[in-house]
């Protein structure tokens, strides 16, 4: 199945329609063995790059995903009448144990006592949420600085994201060696386990030569644009920012945004996330 995916993949630059739906249509048949976690690494690798540009492909991705929640929460079917009458003799043969009493549970007398006992189990709670928004929300430190989206340097990788977006990733994860001998600074792919590469290209930021990988990153894709390293420092706000060690981050809409230096270099993420949540990939390059 893979190597007959494979034969409908390569994307060129003029594809007619013909061949383009052609691979739609292949890609769709796979959808639910998809959503089941079913295929390849390679294969599911293709889909997430499909699914960036293919609003169709998304909705019927999003039904294979109800489909199997609902399947999942489907209630077993009870059993026989036969069946349960030897559960029942095979229970009453079957010797009860012997158990020490238990203690009695304490119960507030007083009004004052069960206000005491609510305050504690809301506290408990509370403790519990925002124990929740810390892990799923880390903070940076320092504080970021906040800028425009307008800002050069993030508004030309906006830019590309969403040019991206309008159809399949234009490279593959396999590509990574030839992009890193295509540009003059490293090209070091983030690590973390919950991010799978996808594709790796070349492209062009406002004249400056930058290269692009892409993740599949909690169920989206966010690409990772690396750029030499004056190519951030440009605006003043932002090479204010680095010398302070600050990472820059900015929301346009759906789109997060997060940059920061590396030792010979410069790295930016963008995705269909809010900011906050591209923090934890963009600390595993420091790892």
């Known amino acids: 199945m893979t190597d007959q995916l494979r034969s409908l993949l ?16 292949m890609l769709a048949t796979l959808l639910g063995a998809y959503a089941d976690g079913e295929l390849p690494l390679e294969t599911a690798s293709q889909i ?22 609902r399947m999942s929460r489907t209630t077993v079917p009870t059993a026989t009448p036969s069946l349960q009458n030897r559960i029942r003799l095979g229970l009453a043969a ?36 925002l124990l929740i928004v810390r892990e799923r929300a880390p903070q940076l430190d320092p ?25 399949d990733l234009p490279g593959r994860a396999r590509d990574l060696e030839a992009v890193r ?17 996808l594709a790796a290209w070349t492209t062009m930021l406002h004249g400056e030569p930058a290269a692009v990988l892409a993740y599949r990153w909690r169920d989206h894709v966010v690409l990772h644009f690396i750029v030499a390293e004056g ?30 230096p590396d030792a010979n270099a410069g790295s930016t993420l963008v995705g269909d996330l809010p900011w906050l949540d591209l923090v934890p990939l963009s600390r595993a390059h420091t790892k």
């Open 181 to 197: 001998r295509a540009v003059p600074f490293p090209v070091t792919p983030l690590v973390n386990p919950d991010a799978h590469l």
């Open 48 to 69: 997430d790059a499909h699914l960036l540009g293919c609003g169709r492909c998304r909705s019927e991705l999003h039904v294979q995903t109800a489909v199997r929640e």
């Open 231 to 260: 190519a951030l420092f440009r605006a003043h706000d932002v090479r204010t920012a680095f010398a302070q060690r600050r990472a820059v981050v900015s929301q346009d809409g759906e789109q997060g945004v997060i940059a920061w």
């Open 10 to 25: 390569p994307v060129g630059q003029h594809e007619d329609e013909a061949a383009r739906e052609a691979r739609h249509q």
């Open 94 to 129: 079957t010797p009860v144990p012997v158990r020490a009493a238990a203690a009695p549970t304490a119960v507030p007398r007083s009004g004052r006592q069960r206000v005491m006992v609510a305050l504690a189990a809301l506290a408990a709670v509370a403790a519990s949420a």
């Open 143 to 167: 504080p970021p600085l906040v800028v425009n989206s307008g800002v050069p340097a993030i508004q030309s990788t906006l830019i590309e994201y969403r040019q991206v977006a309008q159809g």
